[in-house]
């Protein structure tokens, strides 16, 4: 199966998560000040309309709904209606393992912590005034449940996120390409099927353990084949899981597992790690970074000059962005 960026970020219509366009399924202030909701249309029905009263959620008011309730920040508000989750299909997997009972998987390490008798093995982010007063989270015990802990990089399994509701992920399908391996190392029918069992599903997909073709433009630009897996046991000889991507990686090249640079997507060594084209941005010319698309601003407006890793002086970082190089430091290259 071979499939774009963008054409799985449209099929996917991934709500309320960075890495296919900006946030969707929210009211504007204007709305909430009307006490309006917004949403998909399941999601607005199973809702409700009649506001029962109100209660506290981070620093913003909750209403109260029948069947869900909507939250609400400076941003905008979101619609959560009242879903019971569905178990996963197969054991969930957390970093490879199989969590005990009482057990439930650590974003910030995927691993697993008892977060009755341990929380302080995975700390619940501080509040830190969600636009659109969703609550900090680092694993699905931080959330309601009718919610899940979504990372804030929507393409990994780890990092720390926002409560979402399980019932507006988005749609896809029914179609053999809406198929995804979850960060729970099952395979779902599509990225909602997951969502429902509180499982986050990072942007590319495919079953676990079933190799697919991604790639496009860019200073990656070759088409690869990747493929998605919970478990060592989903990948090739002499390849690894990585729990933080979900994706098989050579064993000989770990800077495909490291959590990437923030502001970064993907964890990469080299500029052809990068899956949709862009770029590997790192703090220096050599060693693992992340993928970040090329600048396609006009870079020649500042006079900042900077010299890449290539050795090729360039008007500015911004230039030097737009060709897919790193910056090795300020000022011009130092002539031979």
């Not at 009307?34 to 981070?58: F, I, K, L, R």
């Not at 341990?118 to 501080?126: G, I, V």
């Not at 900042?304 to 230039?319: H, I, K, L, N, R």
């Amino acid at each position: 199966m071979r499939l774009g960026r963008l054409a799985w970020c449209a099929a996917a219509a991934l709500a309320l998560a960075v890495g296919c366009g900006g946030e969707s399924h929210h009211q504007s202030d204007a709305a909430a000040a009307d006490g309006g909701t917004s949403g998909s249309g399941s999601g607005a029905a199973a809702g409700g309309t009649a506001n029962q009263g109100t209660a506290a959620y981070g620093n913003f008011p909750t209403m109260i709904e029948t069947g869900g309730r909507t939250i609400c920040g400076d941003g905008g508000c979101v619609v959560e209606p009242f879903v019971d989750p569905i178990p996963p299909p197969g054991p969930s997997l957390c970093g490879g393992v199989e969590c005990a009972a009482g057990e439930t998987c650590c974003m910030l390490s995927s691993t697993c912590f008892n977060p009755v008798e341990h929380p302080e093995d995975c700390a619940t982010p501080p509040d830190d005034h969600d636009r659109l007063g969703r609550k900090a989270c680092s694993s699905n015990s931080d959330c309601e449940y009718f919610e899940l802990c979504r990372p804030d990089n929507a393409a990994l399994c780890q990092g720390p996120g926002h409560c979402m509701p399980i019932a507006n992920c988005g749609g896809c399908g029914p179609s053999p390409d809406c198929v995804t391996c979850a960060c729970d190392g099952n395979t779902y029918p599509d990225r909602q099927t997951a969502c429902l069992a509180r499982v986050n599903t990072p942007l590319i997909p495919g079953a676990c353990g079933v190799p697919i073709t991604v790639g496009g433009a860019g200073a990656g630009g070759a088409l690869q084949t990747v493929t998605r897996c919970g478990a060592d046991a989903n990948c090739a000889e002499g390849e690894r899981c990585c729990a933080i991507t979900s994706l098989c990686y050579p064993e000989n090249n770990p800077g495909r597992c490291q959590v990437p640079p923030p502001g970064t997507e993907y964890p990469c060594s080299t500029n052809a790690d990068c899956l949709f084209g862009g770029y590997c941005l790192g703090a220096s010319c050599d060693g693992p970074g992340g993928c970040v698309p090329m600048n396609g601003d006009d870079c020649g407006i500042r006079l900042e000059p900077v010299c890449g890793c290539d050795g090729v002086t360039y008007t500015s970082a911004a230039c030097a962005s737009a060709v897919g190089v790193r910056v090795a430091f300020d000022g011009t290259c130092e002539k031979p």
